[in-house]
């Protein structure tokens, strides 16, 4: 072959392979060098369960059923993964510090993967752990746990069913969950602590003073009658009031009720709203009730004097659909509201 055809043709070549590569990197994704990932704000990347979801001042901490994850939301947008998997029906009680939470959650088979699978458990057993995110130490607790609340102080108190009986016990857990039995019942109670010494007892009956919610103060273990009205569900404290679940026994309904504890007096609303879907601010000054009309919510505030709820003026023009749950920001006036098609911040303060 002549000098000058193989000159040619590999020349040819080098083109041909030069052409390829060019063609190769052009049908590339453009990608552009030092640009930072693009990233959801908060606001928008939130399906979460009731009640799984918990805001701080820096971060926001969030149950993912997308990913079946508990994840952290830092002051930056940036998400990161802090548990997976876990069950969808999962739920957390927090600190007010936000350095641990109790999570209550099941034994799924399918989830042996997860950091808080039990291989002593049986399948879909229910299983409680005392969780620290900054560290990511994680606690089995006693599965016979069904309740657990934060102190203002940050303490944890749980009740448990002590046996097939169904009596319970009311228990103080420490950061390395060493438990110290408060107080044995013979039934099993809900509780939700008043202030750093004193935690209120919620059950059907009270083998003391006859009261629905009993006071038990954690140093004397002395107990007190706070409430002695019928209580359908849940309860929480707002400074000196109850906002609960007034139980009618005379047609089996129930109702929004306040009552206020200096006065002992009960405020009747006339609403038929369960305590669980209300907001109350941090600053426990407001609480925040949702109303649903033809599948559309709005949102009101609860007057804590009269029972009345006011309306609240807010700018959000389109229709609020398919709510999961609400809770507030800090600042006390914004509402992280929470729908089966993502959530969305509201100022209502």
């Known amino acids: 072959m002549p000098r000058r055809t193989l000159i040619i043709i590999i020349i040819a070549g080098i083109l041909l392979l030069a052409g390829i590569l060019l063609a190769y990197f052009l049908l590339q994704p453009k990608k552009i060098i030092g640009a930072l990932p693009e990233t959801k704000k908060p606001e928008l990347i939130f399906n979460a369960s009731l009640n799984s979801q918990v805001i701080g001042v820096n971060n926001i901490y969030s149950f993912n059923i997308a990913t079946s994850s508990l994840e952290k939301i830092s002051a930056q947008n940036q998400a990161v993964k802090l548990l997976s998997p876990l069950p969808l029906d999962t739920r957390f009680v927090w600190s007010p510090d936000l350095k641990k939470t109790v999570i209550f959650t099941k034994n799924n088979p399918s989830l042996v993967n997860s950091p808080l699978y039990d291989?002593?458990?049986?399948?879909?057993?229910?299983?409680?752990?005392?969780?620290?995110?900054?560290t990511n130490k994680k606690i089995k607790l006693l599965s016979d746990?069904?309740?657990?609340?934060?102190?203002?102080?940050?303490?944890?108190?749980?009740?448990?069913?002590?046996?097939?009986?169904?009596?319970?016990?009311?228990?103080?857990?420490?950061?390395?969950?060493k438990l110290n039995i408060l107080r044995t019942f013979d039934y099993a109670v809900n509780i939700s602590w008043l202030d750093k010494e004193n935690l209120a007892v919620q059950a059907s009956e009270s083998e003391i003073s006859g009261s629905a919610i009993d006071l038990l103060n954690i140093k004397t273990l002395e107990i007190t009658p706070l409430l002695d009205q019928p209580i359908a569900g849940d309860f929480f404290f707002?400074?000196?009031?109850?906002?609960?679940?007034?139980?009618h026994e005379s047609n089996l309904s129930y109702t929004l009720g306040i009552y206020d504890i200096p006065t002992k007096q009960i405020?009747?609303?006339?609403?038929?709203?369960?305590?669980?879907?209300?907001?109350?601010?941090?600053d426990k000054?407001?609480?925040?009730?949702?109303?649903?009309?033809?599948?559309?919510?709005?949102?009101?505030?609860?007057?804590?004097?009269?029972g009345e709820l006011l309306p609240l003026d807010y700018d959000h023009t389109t229709a609020i659909k398919d709510l999961i749950d609400i809770v507030f920001y800090p600042d006390s006036k914004n509402l992280l509201v929470n729908t089966k098609n993502g959530a969305f911040r509201l100022t209502v303060f």
Do not use: C, H, R
């Open 267 to 282: 405020i009747d609303s006339g609403q038929n709203i369960p305590v669980s879907s209300l907001a109350k601010t941090p």
């Open 285 to 306: 000054t407001k609480v925040v009730v949702p109303q649903k009309t033809n599948d559309n919510y709005t949102f009101f505030e609860l007057n804590l004097q009269t």
């Open 145 to 177: 746990i069904f309740d657990a609340d934060f102190s203002p102080d940050n303490q944890l108190a749980v009740s448990a069913t002590s046996d097939f009986l169904g009596n319970g016990m009311v228990l103080l857990v420490d950061n390395d969950g």
């Open 238 to 247: 707002l400074n000196d009031k109850i906002i609960f679940d007034y139980f």
């Open 119 to 134: 291989f002593n458990q049986a399948a879909d057993a229910a299983t409680v752990w005392l969780y620290f995110p900054e």
